[in-house]
């Protein structure tokens, strides 16, 4: 009897220890899901669209903890109304997607502040995805253009749909690589997850090349080149570089293997100076700057 009492008592205090575990990992989640909807309800302008939003939201999420497979298909996108800077916009995003995710995190955490960045002329969006980063940045540089490159053909008729209220926008269906061609793509089971590298379903796309996006779109300088192109960075700063002369600002998304030491060595021989994230400037992914253009507040 007194054995048994013992044993209770021992896995009683287990299963408490095990809950307040549980408990304690799950609060920095908890908190970052209110953060997200208090997020949706600061940029929707009714209670009709911050409620739609965060049902998407939230069934993200649900659908993510379950590892359900996400349904890619364009017409399963759904409009939704937010501002953007000083504008009201409708973005289409496919509920329950990895779009809502691209959408806070673009957006909502400024994944591409590029800060002190003066008003660009060009910028060229490699990997524009669904659009959020074009939509972010014309927020901030109304005036530039933006060549968009994407190569997931479900995600560039989201592109076009997310950017068509931007009159200075031109879509690229292609993948960013080092040199022109075709190529085959993988497109993954998240809507950020295709890329040159890696597992999927194939598809066969045509490559662009950087000297190509410059002599095919009359571009003399880029004034912002924004990367993120899951791996194929690899090649990109290291095939027919010379294109490198022409940027004056870089912001990438930088993928395993491919590291900042690398990235500082292949962009540096091109005149441009690697700022790590958190290192004071206010950028959130690493940027590098050409130092006889100086950015200007």
């Known amino acids: ?36 909807l208090k997020w949706i309800y600061s940029v929707t302008p009714d209670a009709h669209n911050w409620f739609r939003l965060s049902l998407a939201s939230v069934g993200f999420h649900l659908s993510n903890a379950m590892n359900r497979s996400e349904n890619l298909r364009p017409e399963k996108a759904r409009r939704y109304t937010m501002w953007a800077g000083q504008k009201l916009i409708d973005v289409w995003i496919r509920p329950r997607s990895g779009d809502v995710f691209v959408l806070h995190e673009v957006i909502g955490e400024s994944t591409y502040e590029v800060p002190q960045l003066k008003e660009p002329e060009v910028v060229v969006d490699l990997g524009a995805n669904i659009g959020m980063s074009t939509v972010y940045l014309a927020a901030r540089f109304p005036k530039a253009r933006f060549i968009c490159v994407e190569p997931d053909p479900a995600n560039v008729v989201l592109l076009a749909l997310n950017t068509r209220h931007l009159d200075n926008v031109e879509i690229v269906q292609g993948a960013a690589a080092g040199e022109s061609g075709q190529r085959t793509f993988h497109i993954g089971d998240r809507s950020w997850a295709g890329g040159l590298e890696g597992a999927g379903r194939d598809e066969t796309v045509r490559a662009w090349s950087m000297n190509e996006v410059i002599e095919t779109f009359g571009i003399s300088r880029v004034g912002l080149l924004k990367v993120d192109i899951e791996g194929a960075e690899t090649e990109l700063f290291s095939v027919n570089a010379e ?39 206010g950028n959130n992914l690493p940027v590098a700057i050409r130092p006889e253009s100086p950015p200007q507040a």
Do not use: C
């Open 1 to 36: 009897m007194g054995g048994e009492f013992v044993r209770d008592r021992l896995t009683w205090r287990y299963m408490e220890t095990r809950r307040g575990s549980i408990a304690k990992a799950m609060l920095p989640k908890l908190r970052s899901y209110l953060d997200e």
């Open 243 to 281: 294109w490198l002369s022409k940027v004056d600002y870089i912001i990438a998304e930088l993928h395993p293997p491919y590291g900042i030491e690398q990235f500082e060595k292949e962009v540096g021989a091109w005149g441009l100076n690697v700022i790590p994230p958190e290192k004071g400037l």
